[in-house]
């Protein structure tokens, strides 16, 4: 199970942090991921990071921008999204696969959370 978490309302150029709390065995062996979904658009990748936690990937709308990360400690993956931009406005998903590779392909990934809001405003 995944559940996400600490999406808001924030001005451009600020920041959020996201966690994905994750529960069972896909945590320390599976990849995990952040998608996101705007109002009236197809869900995009945003950023992978590998089982192992050592690789990550990122859309390259984003890169320089979020950064993914994971706590084992704590099963839980977070998001830290900095120098937001209005564009950026969308829900937001956790996501898992059994595979510790990174993919940035939406049905290679088996588990998913619920979505977190986050809003950007100009």
């Known amino acids: 199970q995944l559940q996400a978490s600490g999406g808001g309302l924030v001005q451009a150029g600020g920041s959020l942090r996201l966690s994905c709390a994750v529960s069972?065995?896909?945590?320390?062996?599976?990849?995990k991921a952040w998608f996101r979904q705007a109002p009236g658009k197809e869900r995009e990748f945003v950023a992978t990071?590998?089982?192992?936690?050592?690789?990550?990937y990122y859309a390259v709308s984003v890169k320089g921008r979020f950064t993914v990360s994971r706590d084992s400690a704590k099963n839980t993956v977070y998001l830290q999204m900095n120098s937001l931009k209005p564009e950026d406005t969308a829900v937001y998903h956790c996501?898992?696969?059994?595979?510790?590779?990174?993919?940035?392909?939406?049905?290679?990934?088996?588990?998913w959370g619920q979505g977190t809001l986050v809003t950007v405003s100009s």
């Open positions: 069972g065995r896909t945590f320390s062996t599976g990849a």
């Open positions: 990071i590998s089982g192992s936690g050592i690789s990550t």
């Open positions: 996501a898992a696969r059994d595979s510790s590779l990174n993919s940035a392909i939406p049905y290679e990934y088996a588990y």
